[in-house]
């Protein structure tokens, strides 16, 4: 464990860990310390604040409360640059080899997707990728959910990606630019992880990141993408378009926040059925979607 260390930019709150006991100590973590944000905001915003934090994506809290994206932008930011600073120093650092291999794997990413936005019409931020050991990326909450990347809202300019793990970083650095590149409203998790994940699928089996059979081997976000598929498949079946059509079409509803394209397909109430439902706890189930879409 940890010394507590207090952060001298924040007088009264530290971005610390709070264990059972109340002590407060330097997150383990990289979801540790996002879970230390919240606790640390409850404590010091206004009511109606957090709120907006909780409900709200940073992109509409910086468009509709300039000031309070702000402030919590700085104390994120810096909090996270000082946690980066105390891990770099206190855990064993990742070889040198590995760093190497995945920054060679991230330039050819980011050139890939770079052109495929650009071809679509879509901005596109260049990555920044900060690659961290595997153990930083351990969920003690959620025990078993094997995660490789990761994106701190009010933290705008880099992700994080565990540089070691026995999963594809192909995958992972596609999936978490997607991410990157969200410049609208916030869908429901389910929707966003589904769609996110099944465009990365696509993108990195259109672009030979990996052969198919490494792809369809991994399994993260079966749930969320059933319902995805299911979509899709309304999408084929509805339209003229072929399944990676259908694939961009949903990718670009969620990347811009702009759902024209869906409404126009669906029906402005169907849809928004649908994008409530991903909000709802436990919604997002085939037999729920396919109702909402008037099936
Ligand atoms: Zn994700």
Redo the contacts with the bound molecule.
């Keep these: 464990m940890v010394a507590a260390s207090v952060a001298p930019w924040f007088s009264s709150y530290v971005a610390g860990a709070v264990t059972a006991t109340g002590e407060v100590r330097q997150p383990r973590n990289i979801y540790e310390l996002v879970y230390a944000f919240d606790h640390t905001f409850a404590g010091i915003l206004k009511a109606e604040e957090l709120k907006l934090v909780r409900t709200r994506s940073p992109e509409e809290i910086k468009e509709t409360h300039p000031q309070l994206y702000e402030r919590i932008s700085r104390d994120v930011v810096g909090w996270t640059d000082e946690w980066l600073q105390d891990v770099r120093k206190s855990i064993e650092t990742v070889s040198e080899k590995r760093l190497s291999i995945a920054q060679r794997t991230a330039e050819q990413v980011d050139g890939i997707l770079r052109n495929h936005f650009a071809g679509r019409g879509l901005p596109y931020r260049r990555m920044q990728v900060v690659f961290l050991p595997p153990r930083l990326f351990l969920d003690e909450r959620n025990r078993g959910k094997l995660t490789m990347g990761m994106f701190i809202p009010f933290y705008p300019d880099a992700f994080f990606v565990a540089v070691d793990w026995p999963a594809p970083m192909e995958l992972v650095l596609v ?2 630019s997607l ?1 990157f590149n969200r410049t609208g409203v916030r869908l429901g998790r389910p929707l ?2 589904g769609i ?2 099944t465009a990365t699928r696509y993108l990195v089996l259109r672009y030979g990141l990996l052969p198919p059979r490494e792809v369809s081997r991994t399994t993260a976000y079966a749930s969320e993408r059933k319902g995805v598929d299911l979509i899709l498949e309304e999408i084929v079946k509805r339209t003229a378009r072929s399944r990676d059509e259908a694939t961009e079409l949903f990718l670009e509803a969620y990347l811009t926040g702009n759902q024209q394209g869906m409404n126009n397909i669906f029906g402005v109430e169907s849809w928004e059925r649908v994008i409530k439902l991903s909000l709802s706890k436990d919604g997002w189930q085939t037999h729920k979607i396919k109702q909402a879409l008037g099936n």
């Design positions: 999936h978490e991410h966003s992880e996110t994940e």
